[in-house]
């Protein structure tokens, strides 16, 4: 038994140190290991799954909505980046540099790529000619550096794991339609298969992607109350086409500029999956997400037959991802390994459950046990899964909603930021300066100019001066 509660206890309780509790959960749960490249992280198998899982889904939405995948370089010459000047004032500080090649010095640097808007605009200045061309919809699946000064492992890395979407248009129209259709299917994502609701929105001019003409985003919050950009859609209009001089003719045979998209979701959404499901014993996966969704575990599995009834129960289970620990460490052992990895069913049978011809079911999520026949236990599993995914969903909605509370004035404001951890509903002015004072003064920031605006007031929370719209505030990772 000491064994078995050392493996729990190895897990800081998320009350007591929330950012420690978040670093044990990864490690203990075997996602990442660090490595010898500060701010880099060497994803394991277990975290990798969960990454190859959410590629498989996304991948397959982009799909049914026209994407192709395509590749860039990961290398960009510093004159292309340099060609789009609030872009690459944007990036500047996160850049990492090439300057040899081998004992050569290079004769131009070359960048890391940050991003890679640069060079899909290069691209498209090359393919592109005709209306007949156009749209262009392409996604890249790859990583991207950038030049972090604090790194935590999924939340901000040094290197990271992400698709990136770039999309060429012939009208301002089309290029809006698919910065919200993409930001749609990241939100419908996350609410679906990770469980995680969204708040979808627009970012405010400080906060867009550089060089971008608007940005929207969607908002997730964490237990601990932090909010985290989860994904973001960029509309770029027609300035990196202006920039990249990319032009094609229209049906008239008059010339035109592409109108442009990009869009992205990172590893850093596994970190979103962890914040918001985990407990003091570990993660807890939903099952869509879940590599491993049913581990089987033999009660006394040296005596006869245990083993391999487990055997033919992994066989009737075919239709989920499912494994048998037949280690031979003991049960109560199995049972932390399988709470610690998030596995959302463990199936528990031995000698006695054989003898009664059932097994017993255990939700990771509330640990309530199901007696399940093994005549339909194939059934039992799915319809526990399936309640699990809608619950998770419900608890992370209601503990989201919790959370949220609105301020009319400014001391309000502050008061609600510094008591109560969570989104802050609060009109704005739509002026900068208010922005930054906020910021300065609280530690929030503006998340996102809701699609669904509420009138809070009718005065700007900050100066007190006509409102124009309502904005979440909070502070975030």
Not at 67 to 95: C, R, T, W
Not at 110 to 135: A, G, H, K, M, W
Not at 168 to 185: G, K, P, S
Not at 373 to 391: H, R
């Amino acid at each position: 038994m000491a064994k078995e509660k050392k493996l729990v206890e190895a897990i800081t309780s998320m009350e007591e140190d929330f950012a420690q509790w978040y670093t044990d959960v990864v490690k203990k749960a075997e996602l990442v290991e660090y490595s010898s490249i500060r701010g880099c992280m060497i994803i394991r198998p277990n975290g990798y799954a969960i990454w190859e899982n959410i590629q498989k889904e996304l991948d397959r939405r982009f799909k049914e909505t026209g994407v192709e995948n395509v590749y860039m370089p990961m290398f960009i010459p510093e004159s292309l980046l340099q060609k789009e000047k609030d872009h690459v004032e944007g990036f500047a500080p996160e850049v990492a540099w090439v300057t040899h090649g081998g004992l050569e010095p290079l004769q131009e640097r070359l960048c890391v790529r940050p991003t890679s808007e640069t060079l899909f605009c290069d691209f498209y200045s090359n393919i592109v000619q005709s209306y007949r061309d156009l749209p262009k919809l392409y996604n890249q699946w790859c990583s991207v550096v950038r030049w972090e000064k604090t790194t935590r492992p999924f939340l901000r890395s040094m290197e990271f794991l992400w698709q990136e979407g770039h999309t060429a248009h012939a009208t301002a129209e089309e290029a809006e339609d698919r910065t919200i259709q993409m930001l749609n299917v990241y939100a419908d994502f996350c609410e679906q298969v990770l469980a995680i609701p969204m708040i979808k929105g627009k970012k405010t001019d400080k906060e867009k992607f550089a060089g971008a003409h608007s940005t929207y985003t969607i908002e997730a919050l964490m237990h601990d109350g932090k909010a985290l950009q989860s994904g973001t859609s960029h509309n770029f209009g027609d300035g990196f086409a202006h920039a990249f001089d990319i032009q094609y003719t229209d049906k008239e045979n008059k010339l035109q500029y592409v109108h442009q998209t990009s869009w992205g979701m990172s590893t850093r959404i596994i970190g979103a999956v962890i914040m918001v499901h985990g407990d003091d014993s570990g993660l807890v996966l939903p099952p869509r997400i879940a590599p491993t969704q049913v581990m089987i575990i033999p009660i006394a599995q040296h005596k006869e037959g245990v083993l391999e009834k487990a055997a033919e129960l992994k066989e009737k289970l075919g239709n989920f991802r499912v494994k048998v620990d037949d280690t031979d460490k003991s049960p109560g052992w199995k049972f932390s390994e399988q709470e610690i990895r998030g596995i959302p069913l463990r199936i528990e049978i031995g000698p006695k459950d054989i003898e009664a011809n059932q097994a017993v079911i255990v939700r990771r999520d509330t640990r309530e046990k199901i007696i399940a026949s093994l005549d339909t236990i194939e059934v039992t599993v799915g319809e526990v899964l399936e309640t699990m995914q809608k619950e998770m969903l419900e608890r992370a909605r209601a503990h989201r909603d919790a959370h949220t509370s609105s301020a009319a004035d400014y001391e309000e404001f502050k008061s609600s930021i510094e008591n109560k951890p969570g989104f802050v509903k609060a009109m704005w002015c739509g002026d900068r300066t208010c922005e930054d004072k906020i910021k300065e003064e609280t530690g929030a920031t503006s998340r996102c100019i809701p699609f669904e605006q509420e009138e809070v007031a009718d005065t700007c929370v900050c100066c007190g001066k006509k409102a124009k719209s309502m904005v979440y505030w909070g502070k975030a990772y």
